[in-house]
């Protein structure tokens, strides 16, 4: 208890040293009672622009990607059965030597530039700089359909319906 005493006393002397302090003694009561209510009024609105707003709109926006993934999932539930009887397509099987002769030559109809080839254990990586979007996924598609399987894919977003294209392709 001493302490919490001899502690108040410091901080009192410290404070009266210092200039702020001796310009709020030189002031008002009435000027006191209104530096005080606009402190509170500052600090109360900080609190609710730096805490509550943001942990607000958190909320809110956790809320949204909740029900957007509840009706994703409703749906897939719902067209699950369906999906089940749907005939399964069979792969075509690509040769892993012909896998890069595949690449360029679809790559080259597709006007699509492959700037980087790389071969590793994990399959081929290729980089293509500012591929049109639309364009990329119609050619994995058609990838897909000779036997190409993805392994990897990283996606960049570049200008306006570009993207830089990193993938990982394995024959299959």
């Not at 109360?44 to 809320?63: E, I, N, S, T």
């Not at 049109?132 to 058609?142: N, Q, V």
């Not at 399987?149 to 200008?159: D, F, H, I, K, Y």
């Amino acid at each position: 208890m001493q302490k919490l005493a001899d502690l108040r006393q410091q901080f009192m002397a410290r404070a009266g040293a210092s200039p702020l302090w001796q310009r709020w003694r030189q002031l008002q009561p009435r000027e006191r009672v209104a530096v005080s209510a606009l402190g509170l009024f500052l600090l109360l609105a900080l609190l609710y622009l730096l805490l509550w707003q943001p942990a607000a709109q958190g909320v809110k926006d956790d809320r949204a990607h909740y029900l957007q993934q509840r009706d994703l999932y409703l749906y897939l539930q719902a067209n699950a059965e369906q999906a089940r009887q749907l005939p399964g397509k069979t792969q075509a099987s690509l040769p892993p030597e012909q896998l890069q002769g595949l690449v360029t030559s679809t790559a080259q109809e597709r006007g699509l530039l492959i700037e980087r080839f790389d071969s590793g254990s994990e399959g081929l990586q290729i980089s293509l700089p500012q591929a049109s979007f639309a364009l990329l996924l119609r050619w994995i598609g058609e990838l897909q359909a000779q036997g190409v399987q993805l392994v990897e894919v990283s996606l960049t977003r570049g200008a306006p319906g570009k993207v830089d294209a990193r993938l990982t392709l394995k024959a299959g």
